[in-house]
């Protein structure tokens, strides 16, 4: 997979599976865009790019403002002319059945899960159907494929982001645009470790083994797993894939 000369924009790539998406992309020569709300958060990114010899650039970005993100990626083109690939990976996390969502979670939700990613798509296909293609890929989740305990607003996000992946999918397919989505299960990020000392203190090592267990496979995946599999799909190697949702799960959507 050979990005040289090719520009990738990545939402909330400050850390985790964001991250590792942005390094691995920039491995294979691409230049990555790095969007994260925590301005250090993504200059720690990208330095960490350049320390690996590969070649980023950091931008302040919540994916909540549509202002925000107009302005960032304006700013990766023209500093870098076009956008060939996005990867939608900002995201919010949230707990709990609908009784126990109020409006402003669901709305907390909706902001960053389902209009970040609407944010992202609209700020840059104009850019791709001028360029004559490029690639988007959307961080869903299981949850948009199947039914998880106490997930309700997050599943409500993540079944928008795989229908919004289609509809982009047939729309723009004739604008030499491929959009397709992952669907991971539970990946161990920072998120996975603070969600433990905050609700499980003491008990850490007892419910991860639990939420490893989850998958069939006996594990959680990893960021650098996610980020493998992101960069095939935006490569050419994938060029006869689009409109399509790949569980990177551990078994959990076909062995459960």
């Not at 790949?246 to 078994?251: A, I, R």
């Amino acid at each position: 997979m050979d990005y040289t000369g090719k520009t990738v924009v990545v939402t909330g790539a400050g850390s985790g599976i964001g991250r590792a998406i942005a390094e691995r992309f920039a491995s294979h020569g691409a230049h990555a865009a790095v969007l994260d709300i925590d301005p250090d958060a993504a200059r720690e990114t990208a330095g960490r790019i350049g320390e690996q010899g590969g070649r980023a650039s950091a931008h302040a970005c919540d994916v909540a403002d549509v202002v925000a993100v107009e302005r960032a990626v304006e700013g990766v083109v023209a500093d870098r002319g076009r956008v060939d690939a996005l990867v939608n990976n900002a995201g919010v996390a949230s707990i709990g059945r609908l009784t126990e969502t109020d409006g402003d979670e669901l709305d907390r939700v909706y902001r960053v899960n389902v209009k970040g990613v609407y944010h992202g798509m609209r700020a840059v296909i104009p850019h791709m159907v001028g360029a004559g293609g490029g690639v988007i890929l959307n961080l869903a989740s299981i949850a948009s494929l199947i039914g998880i305990k106490d997930r309700f607003a997050y599943s409500m996000s993540k079944g928008a982001v795989l229908t919004m992946t289609y509809s982009v999918a047939i729309d723009y397919i004739h604008d030499g645009i491929r959009c397709n989505c992952i669907c991971p299960a539970r990946i161990h990020t920072p998120f996975v470790d603070g969600y433990l000392k905050k609700h499980h203190a003491g008990h850490e090592h007892e419910v991860f083994d639990t939420l490893s267990r989850y998958q069939p496979i006996g594990r959680m995946g990893t960021p650098e797993e996610v980020a493998a599999l992101a960069a095939f799909l935006c490569s050419d190697d994938a060029a006869f894939i689009t409109g399509s949702a790949y569980p990177l799960d551990g078994g959990v959507t076909t062995l459960i």
